[in-house]
């Protein structure tokens, strides 16, 4: 069986894990947004310290799904508390580098501004695209610093299209549920962890054949 259509077959046999994985992380953006609404350097780096190690439990368990076809609530509980700190040290990479970027466009007024904007804002979407490789690799197959990100770069460089399409989903996802239902918002988050962990693992197991 390949991570994709492991991946499919999770949507209805780990709903449960799925289900309260959305949970989680839907309770920490709502304490990010309550504290800093809007998109802001705060914001992002709160999001960072606050859905960053969600989001790292929850990847390591829909790594375990997809590899190994075991899941469930309470492996999703154990990773919070095991790999909290590893899904911090992934996020904050971006997050710093993307604030640095906002700060750099609040502050731009000619052209001597425009070099160090142009740089943290192509720096900022390469990490963004790179996290959702940068997850499984870190949580999962315990890659560290800067191996971590070459090797996250570099599978972005190979198939530039699961990382947008991660985007993309958790982007329409975020859009119906603030115009549609808020009941997507509690959806969205595992089906989009699944799928990131089926096209990392996928990618990296084509990338060694």
């Given at each position: 069986?390949t991570?994709?259509?492991?991946?499919f077959?999770a949507?209805w046999?780990?709903?449960p894990?799925?289900?309260a994985a959305?949970v989680?992380v839907c309770a920490a953006?709502?304490?990010?947004?309550l504290?800093?609404?809007?998109?802001?350097?705060?914001?992002?780096?709160l999001g960072?310290?606050?859905?960053?190690p969600?989001?790292?439990?929850?990847?390591?368990?829909?790594?375990?799904?997809?590899r190994?076809?075991?899941?469930?609530?309470?492996?999703?509980?154990?990773?919070?508390?095991?790999r909290?700190?590893?899904g911090l040290e992934?996020?904050c990479?971006?997050?710093?580098?993307?604030?640095l970027?906002?700060?750099?466009?609040?502050?731009?007024?000619g052209?001597l501004?425009a070099v160090?904007?142009?740089v943290?804002c192509c720096a900022g979407?390469?990490?963004?695209?790179a996290?959702c490789y940068a997850?499984?690799l870190?949580?999962?197959?315990g890659?560290?610093?800067?191996?971590?990100?070459?090797?996250?770069?570099?599978?972005v460089?190979?198939a530039?299209l699961?990382?947008?399409?991660?985007?993309a989903?958790?982007?329409?996802?975020l859009?119906?549920g603030t115009?549609?239902?808020a009941s997507v918002?509690?959806l969205a988050?595992?089906p989009?962890?699944?799928?990131?962990?089926a096209g990392?693992?996928?990618?990296?197991?084509?990338?060694h054949?």
């Amino acid at each position: 069986m390949t991570y994709l259509s492991a991946a499919f077959k999770a949507l209805w046999q780990e709903l449960p894990v799925l289900a309260a994985a959305g949970v989680l992380v839907c309770a920490a953006s709502g304490l990010v947004v309550l504290v800093s609404p809007g998109l802001s350097p705060l914001s992002l780096l709160l999001g960072a310290f606050l859905v960053g190690p969600t989001w790292g439990a929850v990847v390591a368990t829909t790594d375990s799904i997809v590899r190994d076809s075991g899941g469930g609530v309470l492996l999703l509980l154990q990773n919070l508390k095991r790999r909290a700190l590893a899904g911090l040290e992934v996020a904050c990479v971006p997050a710093v580098v993307t604030a640095l970027a906002l700060l750099n466009w609040q502050v731009y007024s000619g052209p001597l501004f425009a070099v160090p904007l142009a740089v943290s804002c192509c720096a900022g979407v390469l990490l963004l695209l790179a996290s959702c490789y940068a997850f499984s690799l870190r949580v999962t197959a315990g890659l560290r610093g800067k191996r971590l990100w070459l090797a996250a770069l570099q599978l972005v460089a190979r198939a530039p299209l699961v990382p947008l399409g991660v985007l993309a989903l958790a982007f329409v996802a975020l859009l119906l549920g603030t115009s549609v239902t808020a009941s997507v918002l509690l959806l969205a988050p595992g089906p989009v962890a699944l799928f990131a962990s089926a096209g990392t693992w996928t990618e990296k197991h084509a990338l060694h054949r």
